[in-house]
């Protein structure tokens, strides 16, 4: 089966950085996504990794270590905009099922 | 023009009532899925078919019925709502079921 856990909430400031945890146990492991959301909106795809490392888009980072089973997504220069749900999320090996974390919600203040 | 489109974007019925929410990609994808996200924000996958055929199906009430006339539309009907059926539903597609996956802008359904 699959389990994936993250924070609820986050909060943090506006020009700062911040740092979403997520870990996870699959049966079978075919990478790790993260997913922006918007209240009210519908979740946009941020990033996907499927090797340990760094993967650098702009602001926006993603971290995975297979062996731990871990993921972060790191958030710099923060935004007001940024104040969004995060989703973490394993594709499983039967292909069309995701398990998706509950989300952190994270809120930028000024 | 609209990857993911779902219809209606908002839903407002009386319980005991049928409805159908409809979804359409134009993406070319090959797997489509129906997702619930409650109040609190979690997001349940309901169902997921690859070119037309159901290979997800995950202890959702025999009152919920996807169906697939072709791999671009996946519809959902709902028989029955109850109160506990009020939520978002999240119309999404990807290429081949592994890869990210494009949301349509949901349904928000308030049963009454």
């Known amino acids: 089966g699959q389990n994936i856990d993250q924070p609820t909430e986050m909060t943090a400031t506006e020009g700062a950085i911040v740092q979403i945890n997520c870990t996870y146990q699959t049966s079978g492991f075919n990478g790790l996504f993260w997913y922006q959301q918007h209240a009210g909106e519908a979740p946009t795809f941020l990033s996907y990794n499927v090797l340990d490392g760094l993967e650098e888009k702009g602001r926006f980072s993603s971290f995975l270590s297979r062996s731990k089973g871990y993921s972060y997504l790191l958030l710099k220069e923060l935004q007001m905009k940024d104040s969004a749900s995060y989703l973490c999320?394993?594709?499983?090996?039967?292909?069309?099922?995701?398990?998706f974390g509950d989300g952190t919600t994270l809120t930028v203040k000024p | 023009d609209t990857a993911v489109s779902q219809t209606p974007k908002y839903l407002v019925t009386q319980m005991g009532n049928d409805k159908s929410i409809k979804c359409e990609q134009n993406l070319g994808h090959d797997t489509m899925y129906w997702y619930k996200q409650d109040s609190k924000k979690f997001l349940k996958i309901m169902f997921s078919y690859n070119n037309k055929e159901l290979i997800i199906n995950e202890t959702v009430p025999n009152r919920f019925s996807p169906k697939s006339p072709d791999k671009a539309h996946l519809n959902l009907h709902i028989n029955s709502l109850e109160l506990g059926d009020s939520a978002v539903y999240f119309c999404?597609?990807?290429?081949?079921?592994?890869?990210?996956?494009?949301f349509g802008p949901g349904t928000r359904l308030l049963v009454l």
């Open positions: 999320a394993s594709p499983h090996t039967n292909a069309g099922k995701s398990t």
């Open positions: 999404a597609s990807s290429e081949q079921g592994q890869e990210t996956q494009y």
